[in-house]
């Protein structure tokens, strides 16, 4: 059975950082693309990062570009994000799923590959 739990979220001042987690079972992660998303109130989910599979390589959306890193430790089957420069504007509740990315010129569009999702995580910044 495919499960995501994600952790670390919290409320949090403009300006600063939190680093969410992701404990992943159920397959394999280090055959499947990695991706958070976020969902904010009234808004359509929005896929923000991805790690691939092969060779790690990183997509990230335009809005946390420079700002957000993902990464991944597949001997454990967690996926990390970093965020720093926190702002209103991130407040969501984030998620993280397998993922794939489509490219959209001239920007790569995060999409799930998959209908699975954990609970999420709340990120609130607020001052």
């Known amino acids: 059975q495919v499960q995501f739990v994600e952790s670390g979220g919290g409320l949090v001042q403009p300006g600063g950082s939190l680093r969410l987690s992701c404990a992943a079972s159920?397959?394999?992660?280090?055959?499947?693309?990695m991706g958070w998303f976020r969902q904010a109130p009234g808004k359509e989910r929005e896929g923000i990062a991805c790690?691939?599979?092969?060779?790690?390589?990183?997509y990230y959306a335009n809005s946390v570009k420079g700002r957000f890193t993902i990464s991944s430790d597949n001997a454990k089957n967690m996926v990390h994000l970093q965020m720093n420069s926190l702002n209103p504007e991130d407040t969501a509740v984030y998620y993280c799923?397998?993922?794939?990315?489509?490219?959209?010129?001239?920007?790569?569009?995060?999409?799930?590959?998959?209908?699975?999702w954990g609970q999420g995580t709340q990120v609130t910044v607020s001052s």
């Open positions: 159920g397959f394999t992660s280090d055959r499947s693309h």
């Open positions: 799923a397998t993922a794939r990315v489509r490219y959209e010129p001239p920007n790569f569009i995060i999409v799930p590959y998959s209908d699975y």
């Open positions: 790690i691939t599979s092969r060779d790690g390589g990183t």
